[in-house]
């Protein structure tokens, strides 16, 4: 069985693939000429999107067979002659090895892969990563990438939007807010299609701070590469309140937030909503963080709440959505939550769509709206 993530373009690449020509031409022209080229940007700025561009456009150009490695997936698997065979690339063609997520190949993989190329001269090799690393033994060039332009981005939204108009106003103060990252692009276009927040909302959401740490006396912020005079070395721990505030003022901070304290704010706001609430330990937690209990009039309930501190784009797949489900039906209980810092994938939306009184699924925006329902029970 092949341990990699494979094959065909999914329609959610596709459809993030707009503009990019200058960058699309760059990679085709270093891989005719240097059979190989490296691709890097922060998250969300298309990375992926090109590399199945490619995969999808150049098959002809690949009589060998491409394959297509997610260097998160890996983490457990080694690179061998092998295992790309069973990937579908034959070493007696010309192939190509597309490896997204590179950043995340340990030094082994790395090893392994400079091997492979070298026994093969007939394998071109394609790589993206979240930031500039240096491959010595790759021929070809660096193409970085950046936000989409306005247009672009625009032409992102719009295919979203569909049939929704777009606030051209507002819509520019997002680009500019997102850097031109098409991953918001999409987001904010779907959001705002379903209904499930406004323009403006949309841009509130996407403010935050200009600066943060420690500040001087006058209020000015100490820069953060700047040696921290001694006396102000100090272990400091916030409350959970204090980290609420701060979240009401700036959202994206939840982004900053460890997977843990991340629980312990989920369980700090279900408490304010009126929720007995109980983390799990850390180790061995049976897949879900927490119970969440309530008593009303009614009768009793209880849920399993799972929390996952995604930064987008990365989102909460089906999997784990099934996974907590089966929990769900193990334990009796009568639901469960999903609350996630960042944004979750079409199949699992539709998954809880078909289990809508079992499953609920709490998103960026929908914690914010925890935020604001928390502040008002204060």
Not at 192 to 202: A, F, H, P, Q, T
Not at 279 to 297: C, E, I, N, Q, V
Not at 306 to 313: A, G, N
Request: neutral net charge; glycine residues 8%; charged residues 25%.
């Amino acid at each position: 069985m092949f341990p990699y993530t494979l094959a065909e373009a999914e329609p959610e690449f596709e459809r993030l693939f707009i503009g990019r020509e200058q960058e699309l031409r760059a990679v085709r022209h270093s891989l005719a000429e240097h059979s190989g080229a490296v691709i890097y940007g922060m998250r969300g700025t298309g990375k992926t999107a090109l590399l199945h561009k490619i995969q999808s456009d150049e098959r002809l150009k690949y009589p060998g067979g491409i394959v297509f490695i997610s260097g998160q997936n890996i983490f457990r698997s080694t690179l061998t002659e092998n295992t790309l065979r069973q990937g579908g690339i034959s070493l007696n063609e010309k192939g190509l090895v597309i490896v997204d997520d590179a950043q995340a190949l340990t030094a082994n993989h790395v090893t392994e892969l400079k091997d492979i190329l070298s026994a093969n001269a007939r394998l071109h090799l394609l790589i993206a990563a979240n930031r500039d690393i240096d491959w010595p033994f790759i021929r070809g060039r660096k193409i970085s990438l950046g936000g989409l332009s306005e247009q672009e981005y625009f032409q992102l939204l719009l295919l979203r939007l569909r049939a929704v108009e777009l606030d051209e106003g507002i819509a520019h103060k997002l680009w500019q807010a997102t850097i031109g990252n098409p991953s918001f692009a999409d987001i904010a276009g779907r959001t705002i299609r379903d209904n499930l927040i406004s323009w403006g909302e949309m841009l509130s959401s996407l403010q935050g701070f200009q600066h943060l740490g420690i500040v001087d006396s006058s209020g000015v912020p100490i820069d953060p590469l700047a040696r921290v005079p001694q006396p102000l070395v100090v272990a400091v721990e916030e409350t959970n309140a204090q980290i609420l505030d701060r979240l009401r003022l700036n959202p994206k901070e939840f982004w900053s937030l460890s997977p843990r304290k991340f629980e312990e704010i989920v369980a700090e706001l279900l408490e304010r909503m009126g929720y007995k609430v109980e983390l799990t330990p850390l180790s061995g937690d049976g897949g879900f963080d927490m119970y969440a209990a309530r008593k009303d009039h009614v009768g009793r309930f209880l849920f399993l709440v799972e929390c996952k501190r995604y930064v987008p784009p990365h989102k909460v797949g089906v999997q784990i959505i099934r996974s907590l489900y089966g929990v769900v039906q193990q334990k009796n209980a009568n639901a469960g939550i999903i609350a996630t810092t960042s944004f979750f994938t079409k199949g699992a939306v539709a998954f809880e769509q078909e289990r809508e009184h079992q499953m609920h699924l709490s998103d960026y925006l929908a914690l914010q709206q925890w935020l604001k329902d928390s502040s008002v029970r204060r």
